[in-house]
């Protein structure tokens, strides 16, 4: 079996007009081991209050990517990893975080973002999230349906969420461990949440899922999706549903040809 992914961040039309830059960053890696392929994924969204915010989505991203890398490569899987290692991760990245604030003479506050994460083995899978956005997916038993592993937090007033970098981020930080073969897998950023869910019902919304695995699956490009995933998120039909940065990583495990 091998992964079949893509990935992109693009700037929100408001972002272009207001000349912003996009303040969402992604990771995206596939790394080999003797037990079969393990993905690592990461999204982080800059809160668009923070002065640093594309800083810290970039730093955060980039830096846990780079641990849990480092990690599984020295293990050669996923086998062995526990929460508290994961969460320790976390703790590293914020301190990275917190030193170079203190450099630049700045607040962690300033570089506040969301952060979900996923690291998907042959048999099992861990995830993380704080804040907004979300994680899809679907097992290899029953790729008929797409079920969210956490429901985008909000914060206390209209139009907050919680972030990686508030000073209670551990316990608004949430952990799940899955004991299954994933067959879909799909991170996103707070930018498609209204494409993605269905806020009514509380449900991914299945024919989004559906239509973009089934093209991912069947599109005869490489493994690599990340160009159609770009043009996608710069599409005029999803440009007017949201006019927010947005990121999106989407994974398939395929069988071998």
């Known amino acids: 079996m091998h992964w079949k992914y893509g990935y992109a961040s693009v700037q929100g039309t408001s972002h272009v007009a207001g000349n912003l830059p996009c303040q969402d960053a992604s990771v995206c890696d596939i790394i080999s081991t003797t037990s079969g392929p393990v993905l690592v994924a990461v999204v982080c969204d800059g809160a668009g209050s923070a002065t640093r915010a594309e800083q810290g989505a970039a730093m955060f991203s980039s830096s846990f990517g780079s641990l849990a890398k480092t990690w599984i490569e020295k293990q050669d899987g996923l086998s062995g990893l526990d929460q508290s290692t994961i969460l320790e991760w976390v703790q590293q990245c914020l301190h990275l975080i917190e030193t170079d604030a203190q450099e630049a003479g700045m607040q962690k506050r300033d570089y506040a973002c969301t952060f979900l994460a996923a690291l998907v083995g042959a048999e099992d899978a861990y995830f993380l999230?704080?804040?907004?956005?979300?994680?899809?997916?679907?097992?290899?038993?029953?790729?008929?349906?797409?079920?969210?592993?956490?429901?985008?937090?909000?914060?206390?007033?209209?139009?907050?969420?919680?972030?990686?970098?508030?000073?209670?981020?551990m316990d608004n930080l949430q952990f799940e461990y899955c004991p299954i073969a994933l067959k879909d897998i799909a991170l996103f950023s707070d930018g498609i949440e209204n494409i993605a869910l269905k806020f009514d019902t509380s449900e991914a919304y299945q024919p989004f899922f559906k239509n973009l695995f089934g093209t991912l699956r069947h599109d005869n490009a490489s493994d690599l999706f990340s160009d159609a995933i770009t043009v996608f998120l710069n599409s005029d039909k999803v440009n007017e549903r949201t006019d927010d940065d947005k990121t999106l990583i989407i994974a398939s495990r395929m069988e071998e040809d």
Request: proline letters at 2%; aromatic letters at 18%.
């Open 129 to 169: 999230q704080i804040g907004d956005g979300g994680i899809v997916i679907a097992d290899a038993q029953n790729i008929a349906e797409y079920f969210w592993i956490f429901w985008p937090q909000k914060g206390q007033y209209h139009n907050t969420t919680n972030f990686i970098t508030d000073d209670d981020c």
